[in-house]
């Protein structure tokens, strides 16, 4: 079964930028989009970006121009760099991927890191 550890968040003024690392280990017969949500306290879990396996991305309007994501599908990595970070962008960010084993299709979701941007 596929799993996903994310990396890269912390604390960071606002206006600085930091980069989310998510890797996947574990045999499925294909990982196909995958993304990066946030869930900040009290609100609801939300979409910030996705990337299809092709690379066909989507992203939220709040994190337009400011977010870049990038996979490598060899690798099985997805990345988030966030630039031009604001204090709204501070929430648990989750890796998300839609997984297809022999058996079925599965969403896997990782822990969670935290981003916290200080005004």
């Known amino acids: 079964q596929v799993k996903l550890v994310e990396s890269g968040g912390g604390l960071v003024q606002a206006g600085g930028s930091l980069r989310l690392s998510c890797a996947a280990s574990?045999?499925?017969?294909?990982?196909?989009?995958m993304g990066w949500y946030r869930q900040a306290p009290g609100q609801q879990r939300e979409l910030v970006a996705a990337i299809t396996r092709g690379g066909i991305t989507n992203y939220a309007d709040s994190v337009k121009g400011r977010v870049t994501i990038s996979r490598d599908n060899a690798k099985m990595t997805v990345h988030l760099q966030m630039n031009s970070l604001k204090p709204e962008d501070t929430a648990v960010y989750y890796c998300?991927?839609?997984?297809?084993?022999?058996?079925?299709?599965?969403?896997?979701w990782g822990q969670g890191t935290l981003v916290t941007v200080s005004s």
């Open positions: 574990g045999i499925a017969y294909s990982i196909n989009a």
């Open positions: 998300n991927a839609d997984v297809k084993y022999l058996t079925g299709g599965s969403e896997v």
